[in-house]
């Protein structure tokens, strides 16, 4: 079985800030994007479950804990927005509104459709989703070790669910490696961290992988990503709201 490395996340554009979603419950003045400003709150699994038991997963928050976030973030004046727009802005062919926020959601769990989706819709939210591309569709008995349970088909997004959300102009996505979310060895002690950062540890030679090695990984990762992305959509930027549409053909 395959094996999920949390804790760790490529920064987005712009090198904005992270927060974990229980940040919303901190003080107002803690969380207020002034000026050039920009919060980004990444989440990862949203259950209708998580406020039942002490869960296991401590990167999911609860259906009803996110509606609030969102409900928190209306009221109080902040303003999500997409990617597109975080690119316009960086190269001045844009302004980004007061209290500018990034929703982003990581490795492309089915939750994002179910959970996330309708209540983007119901605000009219844009977000970022980031897809680990060997994960979508996954072949029916294949699993990975996502830290408290076993992850399967069920668990991550298809194709067509990505699509449907990327044609309504809510949801851009994004590539969160094709297959190098998963710890490797980086040292004789055992220690494992993100294979797409790190120099593998070889065991048999007893020395670390020439930095070759990692660059070949990542280039190889980028381009499968980007493969498996041309082959199930295509978009262009919409010039009007600085938003994502599918392209036709």
């Not at 459709?113 to 680990?132: E, F, K, Q, T, W």
């Not at 030679?205 to 381009?223: E, F, I």
Request: glycine share 6%; aromatic share 8%; net charge positive.
């Amino acid at each position: 079985m395959e094996r999920m490395i949390h804790g760790w996340m490529t920064a987005p554009l712009l090198g904005a800030l992270l927060l974990a979603p229980p940040a919303l419950a901190r003080p107002a003045a803690e969380l207020d994007a002034t000026g050039n400003g920009l919060l980004v709150l990444s989440y990862h699994d949203v259950r209708d479950d998580v406020r039942e038991k002490s869960d296991a997963d401590a990167y999911a928050v609860s259906t009803q804990n996110f509606a609030a976030h969102l409900d928190w973030l209306s009221t109080h004046g902040y303003h999500p927005v997409s990617l597109s727009q975080l690119i316009k802005a960086s190269r001045g062919e844009a302004t980004l509104p007061p209290r500018p926020v990034l929703l982003t959601f990581d490795d492309g769990l089915r939750s994002v459709y179910s959970r996330v989706y309708p209540l983007l819709r119901a605000y009219n939210y844009p977000a970022l989703v980031a897809v680990i591309t060997d994960y979508v569709d996954m072949a029916p008995g294949r699993t990975i070790d996502y830290g408290y349970r076993p992850f399967g088909h069920d668990d991550f997004l298809t194709w067509d669910q990505l699509r449907e959300m990327q044609h309504s102009g809510l949801v851009e996505l994004a590539s969160h490696t094709d297959n190098l979310h998963h710890g490797v060895q980086s040292n004789p002690q055992g220690n494992h961290t993100p294979a797409v950062i790190t120099r593998i540890y070889d065991r048999r030679r007893s020395a670390t992988k020439p930095p070759a090695s990692t660059k070949h990984a990542c280039a190889t990762t980028l381009a499968a990503a980007c493969s498996a992305s041309r082959r199930n959509w295509a978009c262009a930027r919409r010039p009007s709201s600085g938003r994502m549409r599918p392209t036709t053909s």
